[in-house]
DNA sequence: GCGGTATATTCCCTATAAGGAATATAGATC
DNA sequence: GATCTATATTCCTTATAGGGAATATACCGC
């Protein structure tokens, strides 16, 4: 029964913080790392737990892997991510989270938030290391 | 965070069919045991994991304890409920179980299906249970 | 090739889940 | 009281999950 591999990926907390995260679209690893504020091991093995499932998909760009929600869900899935968003509206870290990822994206307005551009090439110009590097995409 | 427990609850196939069949009202464990074909064990340890989570009710009527959906259930189980009833339709197994629990019901026409009734005694005045000779624990 | 960054995997430990066998408990009847 | 029935709990084993430290892999730029 394919539901309960749904229910399953569901049922713990962090990946339903990276669920709520990518229905706002694609996103990198290091950018969901940093709005969850959690290790990256731990991101990175709920990310491979929810694509064994089917319950995300993924691109490599560059160095990045970009995941996202699938891009054609069965209908289980997307009744249930539908309802998934609709609760999350009830507990305030989902809120939280989508601030924080809203915030990350407005610094890169322009560009698309995919990936963390830390470090990518400041073009000699610029201004020193101590702010965060603001970068263009690095294509 | 309440959502995880919901979600914890659901990833069990077993778990999901109970929950399936209580849509339809209240049933005492015999009943549930008997649809599903499950042994006594597995279907009472489920049964306590869903009410230590709160995703059903129990009282106790006689020596049978008849389970049911919670009566006044949180918006985040109310709606993943529903998402859920909508999804059994696409899974066989629930279908089948909903069959299983409607025969059940007309057998009991009259009467509320709430509990196996074996071995009730028969007030010696009634109109028997028609051809049903005073049943042994249908198993 | 080298060094750096982003991400995944491995190894290890602990916690929880799932199932069955056996036993315990609560209520009903006598 | 004893006995029966319906259900719950305990004990045990195996499987899976979750987390961290360390290491590996993949890609980039030089």
Redesign the interface.
């Known amino acids: ?4 591999q749904i ?2 990926c ?4 962090t990946r ?1 913080r990276i669920l709520n995260l990518l229905h706002g679209g694609e996103l990198c690893v290091c950018h969901i790392q940093e709005i969850l504020g959690e290790p990256q091991v731990k991101v990175s093995k709920h990310l491979s737990y929810l694509r064994a499932r089917g319950l995300v998909a993924v691109r490599r760009k560059a160095n990045w892997m970009v995941y996202r929600l699938p891009d054609r869900p069965s ?2 899935l997307s ?2 991510l ?3 968003q ?2 999350a509206r ?2 305030p ?1 989902f809120g939280r989270d989508s601030a924080r990822l809203g915030r990350l994206k407005a610094k890169f307005e322009g560009s698309s938030p995919i990936c963390c551009m830390t470090k990518v090439r400041v073009p000699q110009s610029s201004r020193g290391r101590a702010a965060r590097p603001r970068a263009t995409s690095p294509r």
Not at 10 to 13: A, I, K, P
């Open positions: 029964m394919k539901l309960t229910y399953q569901l049922c713990d907390r339903l209908g289980e009744a249930n539908a309802c998934l609709d609760c009830e507990t870290v």
